[in-house]
């Protein structure tokens, strides 16, 4: 098919471009062009990358899926993983450029700074997903444990936009964050709707009674039948 050829093609582009926003900030540091406060600038450029990517990969199923478009799978872990890098490399500015490796100023900050705290906590989750991202660590862990493991991209996509809020909130200045928050909850909601599209959810409110006797209304209004359970023929 063309398009999956296409999209074969333009992924080692995809992955260059990936690290474009990276030579850039290199580029600029040595050619002094990384503005008044050059480690702000990092921090700021590799943190709101991380997030822009991280959202890229959480976009990949929705598109493949809506697109018909199988080879996008191959975008994910590519995405994901640079979303890592870029997490790392903020992380790095930070505690290097910033904090020059003062473990106790750095530990001071995250439990005082609910900005860092909520950073920090983004991180560390993000680790083992990047830790598991390559296929042995697949074929070791079993794909059912791996996609369980793997959920945890939502949380860290949560902590993310709200540590970018918390840092916008000490400015008034919410625009940005919006636009990442919006993008994020519709990424969300659409995975719910696909769920309960698919039936995921059925069991969840079929199984149950309320304690004031009636049987629970499907979120959409239908009916729910009670569970029948059919006796074995001799
Ligand atoms: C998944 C992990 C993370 C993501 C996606 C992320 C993303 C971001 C974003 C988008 C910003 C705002 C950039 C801007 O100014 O436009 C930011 C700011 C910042 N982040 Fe992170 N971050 C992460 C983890 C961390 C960690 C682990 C630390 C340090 C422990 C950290 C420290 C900071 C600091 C110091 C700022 C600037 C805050 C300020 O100026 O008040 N971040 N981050």
Redesign the pocket.
């Known amino acids: 098919m063309i398009a999956t050829r296409l999209l074969n093609l333009l992924r080692p582009l995809a992955l260059l471009a990936c690290a474009l926003p990276l030579i850039g900030l290199f580029w600029a540091g040595q050619h002094d062009q990384l503005g008044s406060n050059p480690v ?1 600038r990092l ?3 590799t ?2 990358w ?2 822009r990517l ?1 959202l890229a990969t959480l976009a990949v199923t929705p598109l493949r899926k809506i697109l018909g478009l199988p080879a996008l799978a191959r975008w994910r872990r590519m995405l994901g993983v640079w ?2 890098v ?2 790392l490399l ?2 790095a500015a ?2 290097w450029l ?1 904090m020059a490796l003062d473990l106790g100023e ?1 530990l001071r ?2 439990m005082t ?1 609910p ?2 705290t909520v ?2 906590l ?2 560390v989750f ?1 680790l083992p997903l990047g830790a598991t991202s390559f296929n042995q660590a697949i074929r070791h862990l079993g794909a059912a444990k791996w996609q369980r493991l793997h959920r945890l991209v939502y949380l ?1 996509a949560i ?2 936009v709200l ?2 809020f918390l ?2 909130a ?1 400015k008034n200045d919410f625009a ?1 964050v919006a636009l ?1 928050a919006a993008l994020l909850l519709a990424l969300l909601g659409w995975r719910l709707y696909d769920k309960w599209r698919k039936g995921d959810f059925k069991g969840f409110f079929s199984a149950s009674t309320h304690s004031c006797g009636h049987q629970p209304q499907h979120p959409m209004g239908a009916d729910i039948k009670p569970i029948v359970f059919h006796r074995k023929k001799p």
Request: net charge negative; charged share 25%; no cysteine.
């Open positions: 702000e921090i700021s450029e943190g709101e991380s997030l991280l979303s890592l870029y997490a903020h992380f930070y505690a910033e750095i900050d995250v700074r900005v860092i950073g920090l983004a991180l993000m860290v902590l993310s540590h970018f840092k916008k000490g940005e990442y």
